[in-house]
Nanobody, 123 residues
């Protein structure tokens, strides 16, 4: 069992940066691939970034490539998402989750979702 708690959301100006953090409980965090998702009202949950257990493979959505940075610290049981040059497409509730099956990008393959953190971008 893993419990995830996201933090770091808030209001940011367009063009600015925000760093989200996900803190995990449980001794097996270091063995899990992790993902960051976002969901805006009326839209499906979208994987914006994911990272394998050892950090060797990272995935970024087209919207996040070149702007988002994902990192993990297995010693501290944390995974973070740094979002740069934020734009009006980025506002959403952002979630972290544990990959339980095969696909790094499919929300249905993830579990142990956190409660999410709201991100708002002002123009």
């Amino acid at each position: 069992q893993v419990q995830l708690v996201e933090s770091g959301g808030g209001l940011v100006q367009a063009g600015g940066s925000l760093r989200l953090a996900c803190a995990a409980s449980g001794r097996t965090f270091s063995s899990y691939d992790m993902g960051w998702f976002r969901q805006a009202p009326g839209k499906e949950r979208e994987c914006v970034s994911a990272i394998t257990w050892n950090g060797a493979i990272m995935h970024f959505s087209n919207s996040g490539k070149g702007r988002f940075i994902i990192a993990r610290d297995n010693a501290k049981n944390t995974v973070s998402l740094k979002m740069n040059n934020m734009n009006p497409e980025d506002p959403a509730v952002y979630f972290c989750a544990v990959l339980l099956r095969a696909s790094l990008v499919a929300a249905s393959d993830y579990g142990y979702w956190g409660q999410g953190t709201q991100v708002t971008v002002s123009s």
